[in-house]
């Protein structure tokens, strides 16, 4: 009788527990107050993205990566992650090459390969896309059947490779519906996260993906269509 008493409230307290963990997932979002997606480019790297997820967890945060399906091969498990801890993946090209340049057979293995990549990975096959550089011509809008994400807050990291800079780069200038453009490939980036993130969530910004934000301000995002931010 005791063991059965046991089991029961072993049970229950499983339950409890994931119920918890099931509302940690789907945290709550007010549409009402200030938001911001913050994006990483060009990784991911198996260096310097695990030390930004472990920044985006502690602080309750989401982003979005734009990855490279050549980086994507090397750091599966790091993809799997990013999905598990609630963030979006979008489609960033297989190599990096800019896609007003190349053929439409090649904007095909760029785009669709890099799609196939990540879906074998994770189950998911991202719904976003920036292309390399933010080029993008009428060919490619009319090609490409996702909305293209560019941004409104550029940080530069990848040219001061400043951890102050980049700080001040988003924290002077950060407005609600932001799209912060950075990268997770370097270390000044990931030291700049880990200021950045618990201040912009001290300031009462929630942390969103990309779909989240589109979602939470009600915009109806169109294939080919460009956004770089999503102000009220
Ligand atoms: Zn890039």
Redesign the pocket.
Known sequence: MKKKILIYSIMIMLIFIMNSLVFAFDREIDPDQPMVAITF??GPSQYYTPIILDVLKENDARATF?V?GNEVKKNKEILVRMIDEGNEIGN?SYN?KDLTSISDYELYQQIVGTDEFIEDITGIKPTVI?P??GFVNDRISSRIYKPIILWSLDTLD?QNRNTKKICSNILENVKDGDIVLM?DIYGTTADAVKIVVPELVKRGYQLVTVSELNQYRQATMLPGHKYSNMYK
């Open positions: 480019d060009d734009f490279l960033h990096h920036r390399p550089y990848w990268h």
